[in-house]
């Protein structure tokens, strides 16, 4: 079970959009619509912006989007905000209840 | 409002148990769900350590599975998380949270072990 790959690190200007890409295999991303990502903002814990691909819980903004394509899922930030600057990470259900999260990203607001 | 609050202490020695109590409020954990451990190194990216289910059903991250046992006190509201025999490598932000299907919806603050003699 190895950590799904991710960029390690993402910019933009304020009013961009940026994607993060979360590389999987066959076993994980590949063969489940069960992909979520969280943000963490420095020395808090992670908070969920995405579920099941694609579905923002209640309260996130919809500025945040997810895909997925094959082994990789997405998550698109548009119209960069400074409040968006913070570590992503994406994770994914591998199977027989087990869950693999990714190396992270951090994205910066230039 | 769900809240998840982890306990337990700060330093541990090499070789010894690392003993974790996450404390659950507003929501009755035998009601259902899965609650899980995950931990976050210094610097470092998120790994996933495990889950519970309210009936005691336990999955474990293969490389983490024979060192961890994480157990649920219904009565107390609270899981735990035991990791035996840790090395340096074990010093990390551990995290208790509730998982919503295919995600974690509720977070602890988080707690740092760091393990040192």
């Known amino acids: 079970q190895s950590a799904l790959t991710q960029p390690a690190s993402v910019s933009g200007s304020p009013g961009q959009s940026i994607t993060i890409s979360c590389t999987g295999t066959?076993?994980?991303?590949?063969?489940?619509?069960?992909v979520s990502w969280y943000q963490q903002h420095p020395g808090k814990a992670p908070k969920l912006m995405i579920y099941e691909v694609s579905k923002r819980p209640s309260g996130v903004s919809n500025r945040f989007s997810g895909s997925k394509s094959g082994n990789t899922a997405s998550l698109t930030i548009s119209g960069l905000q400074a409040e968006d600057e913070a570590d992503y990470y994406c994770?994914?259900?591998?199977?027989?209840?087990?869950?693999?999260f990714g190396t992270g990203t951090k994205v910066t607001v230039l | 409002q769900v809240q998840l609050q982890e306990s337990g202490p700060g330093l541990v020695k090499p070789s010894e148990t690392l003993s974790l109590t996450c404390a659950v409020s507003?929501?009755?954990?035998?009601?259902?769900?899965?609650w899980g451990w995950i931990r976050q190194p210094p610097g470092k990216g998120l790994e996933w350590i495990g889950s519970?289910?309210?009936?005691?059903?336990?999955y474990y991250n293969p490389s983490l599975k024979s060192r961890v046992t994480i157990s649920v006190d219904t009565s107390k509201n609270q899981f735990s998380l035991k990791l035996s025999s840790v090395t340096a490598a074990d010093t990390a932000v551990y995290y208790c949270?509730?998982?919503?299907?295919?995600?974690?919806?509720?977070w602890g603050q988080g707690t740092l072990v760091t393990v040192s003699s």
């Open positions: 066959s076993s994980d991303v590949g063969s489940y619509n069960l």
């Open positions: 994770c994914s259900y591998a199977g027989s209840s087990t869950f693999v």
């Open positions: 949270a509730r998982l919503l299907g295919d995600c974690y919806d509720y």
């Open positions: 519970i289910y309210h009936s005691g059903s336990t």
């Open positions: 507003g929501y009755s954990i035998s009601s259902g769900y899965y």
